[in-house]
């Protein structure tokens, strides 16, 4: 397993990104796929996930209606599109995976699989 993140830069608020999780080797089927993201000292915190055999998406409360999960089952790719950014989204972001799936997707401590983050910053 090798996750790799990318797509992050540098936006306006109320501007978009989409992030980019692509793994290598193992399939995603079966897998609990989710964002996290940290910011300058605070802890890491939970963004999002998707559970790969159910299409279930799972979101935090501060993006619900802005942030949207979704999987490209061919390209093997989990996908963050971010909508109406605000300078409280800047942050790392990680994406993190693991098998099977957890119903505490939110615990950063449920994934042993995590990607290099990628910068993402909202300017004011």
């Known amino acids: 397993v090798q996750l790799q993140a990318s797509g992050g830069g540098l936006v306006q608020t109320g501007g978009s990104l989409r992030l980019a999780c692509a793994n290598s080797?193992?399939?995603?089927?079966?897998?609990?796929v989710a964002w996290f993201r940290q910011a300058p000292e605070k802890e890491r915190e939970f963004v999002a996930a998707?559970?790969?055999?159910?299409?279930?998406?799972f979101y935090t409360d501060g993006v619900k209606g802005r942030f949207i999960i979704s999987r490209d089952r061919a390209k093997n790719t989990v996908y963050l599109q971010m909508n109406s950014l605000k300078p409280e989204d800047t942050a790392i972001y990680y994406c993190?995976?693991?098998?099977?799936?957890?119903?505490?997707?939110?615990?950063?401590?449920?994934?042993?699989?995590w990607g290099r983050g990628t910068l993402v910053t909202v300017s004011s």
């Open positions: 998707v559970r790969s055999s159910s299409s279930q998406t």
């Open positions: 993190a995976a693991r098998w099977p799936h957890t119903v505490q997707y939110y615990y950063a401590r449920e994934y042993e699989h």
């Open positions: 080797g193992r399939t995603l089927s079966g897998a609990t």
